[in-house]
């Protein structure tokens, strides 16, 4: 055996599947259903337009369905859906002991954070967020 064949043989090998197989024949792929794969809460689950540029480095960009379970509970670090001067927005949740603030992910839109008499209201968690790919 030559040494390339033998250094060759004892290097672990691994495989990645890139295709279904022949349409001709069920190789055991079955129907996927989106709503048992992404959503938890049914009864509190919710698809939300973006509108705005200002989660992009968040991987949420203008244009995106947002899908929102508003019956998880937000917390540090997660994607949320707020209810700011009766609007929605979306923004980072940053909680960090006392201080609770929403952050956007753009340097040019400042952190909101609860004045006196004001609550913050979180409306929902993002989960996942759908996006067409270019053509």
Known sequence: MSRDASAASSTPRSSVAISFGSPATESGVGRLDLN????????????MRIAGDSMREAGVCDGDLALVDRAATASHGQVVIAILND????????????????????AAVADWVPGDGEELQIWGVV?????PLPA
């Not at 609007?87 to 753009?106: K, N, P, T, Y």
Request: proline share 3%; hydrophobic share 40%; aromatic share 6%.
């Open 127 to 131: 989960t996942h967020v759908i996006r």
């Open 36 to 47: 048992d794969i992404l959503i938890r809460h049914p009864q509190a689950a919710f698809l």
């Open 87 to 106: 609007e929605f927005v979306c923004r980072r949740l940053h909680c960090q002991g006392h201080d609770i603030r929403l952050r956007s992910a753009s």
